[in-house]
């Protein structure tokens, strides 16, 4: 369970990373498909304007906090790749009430600082006025539950072949993979990963309220 | 700019298998009890019977909550009247034992609770114990599984409680209570709800509706107003009561209480945070005017968003409370 501004990472295969309950929080789901590395931040804020005492709050010290975090348990940044639950909005009509923009801004601010590192967003669900809960599975595999809505694999952050059994195990290819390459830390990012990516979006643009360029 | 039309479909798909089911359901001559009479329509009667039904508050609560908005009342008074209710006298004792109070020693009697603690601390106590069990329960329609209102509900007091702070409210542990009981509505109106998820949901869609909106539109009550009934129905005071009533649209007569827009602020505060999030979601709409009685902008909201994370996690004894508050069933309230 990874609670509010808490940053949680595993090695180990039975683990399930949970943010249970993300408003217009983000789940920044992390995983090295050679290393076997999970990692999951749940941001609350985007921005901690260098005066606060926990890094996992705000998006820009929790992705550090978490990529240093897997590099610790072995992961190579090259090879992580990443997907985001989270971020919904305030409902707001006709100009009335104030939105707040908290999850729009959060949304930002974490694209903002995982395209610093050239990181590859492989799945985004964000947005709308929506609850979400976001498991990500040892294997790669994170799940998004939207409360009200059901429960749906968002996408496999794993490269290679999961082993069967697992929840959700090999029910997704990420579009334009090829299946025999190698660690995907040797691709890097590239035309493919870039194509990969604008694949997903378009996919997940479809589900989601928010367009594919918004996101990206 | 926002690509709803799938939400869309789904949502008529759903209110069409919906309303085939009550055809069904009325073909058959099958009514339920519970279910609306008429359309999705809920009669005022099973509002208010329902209502009756509710756990009443135990009357050493109702007691206390009297007592300590009157000055010159003792430690030793309070006291005496939670000692009356044992089932109640020990649940405060375990509260007061857990570590989020930090108390330097154990308390063994609920005097000294109340003098370490102070009185509407344990006033508080009281209530979380007393509401715990109706909170705490799994409430259909608004998907909201075993533990989630609890948590969503403790979450606000808390907010409501630190707001308070914010803004100089003098009455930070009234804020409390309004926090803790505001959703008490969404226990009566679930079951509605649930009866009539699809067609709230196409409202909230296509009419650009806020949840509360289309719950009122579609039932023709909403459970800000079923909570007010249910605080009128305990007696509370009717600040209170209207805090409760109006937790969503908080302007009343052209102004927004106090009291009322603490409840308001601290609930969107918890819906930002996606504390014990249901199928309204954050389908809600802050008010406007209920930050300008407070005297707070967004950079506050946000300050406090920030603070409320962190107040959370020491909160974390309250909310994984339920071993606390079920006490054994040796007395009755």
Known sequence: MVGMAEVKVTRSPEDVLIALGLGSCIGVCAYDAQARVAGLAHVVLPNSAGHEPSPGKFADTAIPLLLQEMIKLGAVVERIRVALAGGAQLFASGGQGTRLEIGSRNAAAVQAELSKRNLCILAADLGGSVGRTVNLYANGCVRVKTIGQGERELVSLADREVPAGMPGAGSIRIPGSPAAAGPPGKTGPGPVRDAEKRAVFEQEARRNAWSSDRIG | ?333
């Open chain 2, 1 to 333: 700019m926002e690509q709803r039309s799938h939400r869309i479909i789904e949502a008529e798909a759903r209110a069409r298998s919906s309303e085939t089911a009550r055809r069904l359901r009325q073909a058959a001559g099958a009514g339920s009890p519970q279910g609306p009479a008429q359309g999705a329509r809920v009669t005022l009667e099973s509002i208010v019977e329902a209502v009756r039904h509710l756990p009443a508050l135990p009357s050493a609560v109702l007691q206390i909550m009297r007592m300590t908005n009157d000055e010159g009342v003792s430690a030793r008074d309070v006291a005496s009247v939670i000692s009356t209710d044992q089932s109640l006298a020990a649940r405060i004792l375990k509260l007061a034992n857990s570590a989020y109070y930090g108390l330097p020693r154990a308390v063994g009697t609920v005097s000294d609770a109340v003098i370490l603690l102070g009185m509407r601390t344990v006033r508080n106590m009281a209530i979380a114990a007393a509401t715990h069990n109706t909170l705490s329960k799994e409430v259909a329609g608004y998907e909201l599984g075993r533990g989630d209102l609890w948590r969503h509900s403790l979450a606000c007091a808390l907010a409501a409680q630190m707001l308070a702070e914010v803004a100089h409210y003098p009455e930070k542990e009234e804020a409390f209570v309004a926090g803790l009981l505001h959703d008490i509505g969404k226990v009566v109106l679930g079951v509605h709800v649930r009866d009539a998820i699809a067609l709230i949901q196409q409202r909230v869609e296509t009419e650009n509706l806020t949840f509360l909106e289309a719950e009122r539109a579609v039932l023709g009550f909403d459970h800000a107003e079923v909570g007010g009934r249910i605080a009128a129905r305990w007696n509370l005071p009717a600040p209170l009561e209207q805090a409760i009533a109006c937790h969503h649209q908080p302007m009343q007569n052209g102004q927004v209480a106090p009291l009322t827009a603490l409840v308001h602020i601290a609930n969107i505060l918890c819906l930002l945070a996606g504390v014990g999030l249901g199928a309204d979601g954050l389908h809600a709409r802050l008010s406007d005017c209920a930050l300008e009685t407070l005297g707070l902008n967004a950079q506050d909201i946000e300050r406090v968003l920030a603070r409320l994370v962190h107040r959370i996690a020491q909160a974390q004894p309250l909310f994984s409370a339920e071993a606390l508050l079920d006490a054994p069933s040796a007395g009755k309230g």
